[in-house]
């Protein structure tokens, strides 16, 4: 008999509709692989499952009913520590939060709820949304779906290896320098980093309120456009999502991609770039030009001086928010994260002032000179193939060479959160130990109907995404 | 970076936060390494460049399609 839980989100609501299966036996289904996958990859923080079965019921005897709440009806999924539920705790990562209860609910559970989903639980993530590894002190490491020496990715940790594993069918997480994107890049996934302010923050542990940015990661585009599209759109709780272009349909029927252009970085853009890396990003281009696409030579800025804006930005911003901690609770963080957010409180004002300043800037000239010709931009997610969990641990190794590593992890992720563009991955191939690579295509403000749109095209002429995991591969 | 080492010193105890010398001089090499690499793309700034200009930007480059 098939396992539910591998079916991606869209067949398992195709197998709703049509009464092949009960949001019951969906939900049956990811907890008994949560209960046999979850210790290999420790995606879990928190297990709802009595509440998750009984509210499966519920959806059940709705749709019975003639009841359908929303496109999610039913579905289970589980989400990153950090978005609130009025009378739960969400730890975000920490042990200083461990014990606060939240007393309003985020407008993206508010939303999810309202799409009928199911929540199964809450996923690990790096402490404070801080790190790209998946590494946490408290909760203990994440691990990469495909092979558990390796990193998660991060901060979503929790939300990559839980999808890549297929313990749930999809999952929201945040990403600020690429915490949505690196994990699901590294565990086989589709993760959109919505435009800045798409998405509410209302409720969502920040990390730093200027480029903190909500969204979704799953097996395929038609997935996370399903979780997109629930959770998108303006909030009056979060003032950043007013004046927003409506959200849109979101094409899935595009045979072809004639008339797209997309802009390809130089090959000295690309140096960097591992050779491994770089050929699975080149044979994705090929399927792309092969669609009708045009490929549009672009030349990317320095992406050192957007490096340098958003860690003045983050580092400024949090050293902020955690001030009072710093000061109370030191012993409570992990003695990484400590470091990298005091050294927030000591950068002048004038200088947090100004790297908001280059922000506008740097956004405006990637405007014009980067995207100004093209629809989509391809871009690595991560230069380098998926490191192992020991070659970056700060905690316990650290020194130059890890931070150098850690680093490079965010190379092409960072500079892209800063000008707030959306952004979706995709995977495009594997490396020489088997992880996935992913590819990153960055649209033009709150074009993420665009990007999802064309990482669909790709995965009808692809199967990278239908290459789970070992832990998820079907019985033969 | 002597300088800078007593600024950081000055606000970590301005904020209460009691650090060994040796971390005080770690925060001061890296905000001297933040600090220089935004310094050399700020100066392309005039003061016509105010920080909540960044939302109303990509409002406007808002692409419809």
Redesign the interface.
């Known amino acids: 008999m098939t396992d539910l839980a591998l079916l991606d989100l869209t067949a398992a609501i195709e197998a709703l509709d049509s009464g092949r299966a009960t949001s019951v036996a969906l939900t049956e289904a990811c907890l008994t692989r949560i209960e046999a996958h979850n210790p290999a990859v420790n995606a879990f923080i928190r297990l709802d499952a009595d509440e998750a079965l009984k509210a499966a019921a519920e959806r059940d005897r709705e749709r019975a009913a003639g009841r359908v709440k929303g496109p999610l009806h039913g579905i289970p999924l589980a989400h990153k520590d950090m978005f609130d539920r009025a009378g739960r705790v969400s730890t975000g990562g920490t042990k200083i939060l461990k014990d606060r209860t939240a007393t309003e609910t985020a407008t993206v559970m508010e939303r999810l709820d309202a799409a009928g989903a199911i929540d199964l639980g809450t996923l690990n993530m790096s402490e404070f949304a801080a790190g790209p590894t998946g590494h946490n002190v408290h909760h203990g490491d994440c691990r990469n779906a495909y092979n558990p020496a390796h990193i998660s990715g991060g901060s979503s940790s929790g939300s990559g290896a839980a999808v890549g594993a297929r313990l749930v069918f999809g999952a929201l997480g945040s990403d600020t320098g690429g915490s949505i994107r690196l994990p699901a890049g590294v565990n086989g996934l589709t993760g959109l980093k919505a435009?800045?302010?798409r998405i509410s923050r209302h409720g969502a542990v920040p990390r730093s309120w200027s480029l903190d940015h909500v969204g979704p990661l799953a097996r395929t585009a038609r997935d996370a456009a399903l979780i997109y599209k629930a959770v998108a759109g303006p909030d009056p709780r979060d003032p950043?999502t007013a004046?927003?272009?409506p959200v849109g349909d979101i094409r899935f029927d595009r045979t072809d991609l004639k008339g797209l252009r997309v802009g390809v970085p130089s090959d000295s853009d690309l140096a960097s770039v591992d050779p491994q890396v770089l050929a699975a990003l080149q044979a994705s281009l090929k399927v792309l030009e092969g669609l009708g696409a045009k490929l549009v030579p672009v030349s990317l800025p320095d992406l050192?001086?957007m490096?340098?804006?958003a860690?003045?930005i983050i580092?400024s911003e949090a050293a902020a928010m955690h001030?009072e901690w710093?000061?109370t609770r030191?012993q409570d963080y992990a003695a990484n994260v400590r470091?990298r957010i005091?050294?927030g409180?000591?950068?002048?004002a004038t200088?947090y002032?100004?790297?908001?300043?280059?922000?506008?800037?740097?956004?405006?000239a990637f405007?014009r000179d980067t995207m100004g010709d093209v629809?989509v931009l391809h871009l690595p997610t991560m230069p380098i193939p998926v490191p192992t969990r020991a070659d970056t641990d700060m905690e316990t190794a650290g020194g130059e060479r890890v931070l150098e590593l850690v680093g490079r992890i965010t190379q092409f992720t960072r500079p892209i959160s800063l000008v707030?563009?959306p952004a979706g991955v995709a995977p495009c191939g594997f490396d020489g130990a088997g992880l996935p690579i992913a590819f990153q295509l960055v649209?033009?403000?709150?074009?993420e109907?665009?990007v999802l749109g064309v990482i669909d095209a790709f995965q009808q002429k692809t199967d990278f995404h239908r290459q789970a995991p070992a832990i998820a591969r079907p019985a033969s | 970076m002597t300088s800078l080492k007593d600024l950081v010193r000055t606000l970590l105890d301005l904020h209460g936060i009691d650090r060994p010398e040796p971390r005080i001089a770690e925060i001061a090499v890296e905000t001297d390494r933040l600090l220089s690499g935004l310094a050399s793309v700020s100066s392309s700034l005039s003061y016509h460049d105010e920080p909540s200009n960044y939302a109303a930007l990509i409002l406007r480059e808002a692409s419809h399609d």
Not at chain 1, 345 to 348: D, R, S
Not at chain 1, 354 to 363: G, P
Request: glycine share 6%; proline share 10%.
């Open positions: 435009t800045y302010g950043t004046h927003q272009p050192k001086p490096y340098f804006t860690e003045t580092k001030r710093l000061r030191p470091v005091e050294a409180l000591a950068i002048p200088a002032i100004d790297a908001l300043r280059m922000r506008s800037h740097l956004t405006q405007l629809d707030g563009l649209g033009k403000p709150f074009a109907a665009s």
